[in-house]
């Protein structure tokens, strides 16, 4: 009988081992649960010149994919909108939602490969806390992710990244992210 120990993300490990109990001493928290925790990373790329070229979406899409390694999901237009020439249904973005040991990857590549790549970058605006503890940010396109050949791109595609983390206080989710390695700018 072989005994096979389960890879666990270097950032999983980090979190368990290391952050748990240094942000519990930090905000003196009698409860383990309400320790913050990422609980889920949404990746949202909004194409809206999928109305004049189909194939935008489908690059963007396949570029998604390729970028957090999980198929996704085609979003449609909710309403109606005449000055952005789009209708109902129309397919205009994709998104991808990332929970366990796929987040924590993609949440480490974020930090350590991605936002280091880019251009004149002096660190993350802090403001982008919704009250709530969530964090959402925007990277200028696809490119600064090592897994996107550059060559083979078309067209440059932002992305908005969303962390949703438990604890319900912007202070204690901002002192999360900074253990776990995002760069913040020093104001």
């Given amino acids: ?17 290391e952050i ?13 649960h309400q320790v913050p925790r990422l ?6 790329m909004g194409v809206g010149k999928a109305i004049e ?6 690059a963007a899409a396949k570029d998604l994919g390729t970028i957090t390694g999980q198929r996704p999901q085609i979003c449609n237009a909710k309403k109606s ?3 952005f020439k789009v ?13 366990g040991d796929r987040m924590y990857e993609f949440v480490d590549r974020l930090f350590t490969l991605a936002i280091p790549r880019i251009r004149d970058f002096r660190g993350i605006k802090r ?4 009250g709530r503890g969530n964090f959402s940010m925007g990277l200028p396109d696809q ?10 791109v078309e067209w440059p595609q932002g992305m908005d990244i969303t962390f949703v983390i438990t604890g319900g206080s912007d202070e204690m989710s901002l002192e999360l992210l900074k253990m776990l390695g995002m760069p913040f700018r020093k104001d």
């Fill in 20 to 32: 748990a109990s240094a942000i519990r001493e930090k905000f003196k928290l009698e409860n383990p």
């Fill in 143 to 152: 490119v600064v992710f090592p897994e996107i050949n550059v060559d083979k």
């Fill in 81 to 83: 909108v005449a000055q």
């Fill in 87 to 99: 209708r109902e249904g129309w397919p205009i973005g994709c998104r991808v939602t990332l929970r």
């Fill in 39 to 44: 609980q889920k990373v949404v990746v949202n």
């Fill in 53 to 58: 070229n189909k194939k935008r979406l489908e």
């Fill in 1 to 17: 009988m072989t005994t096979e120990t389960k890879y666990q993300p270097r950032l999983r490990e980090k979190y368990f081992g």
């Fill in 127 to 130: 403001k982008s806390f919704d």
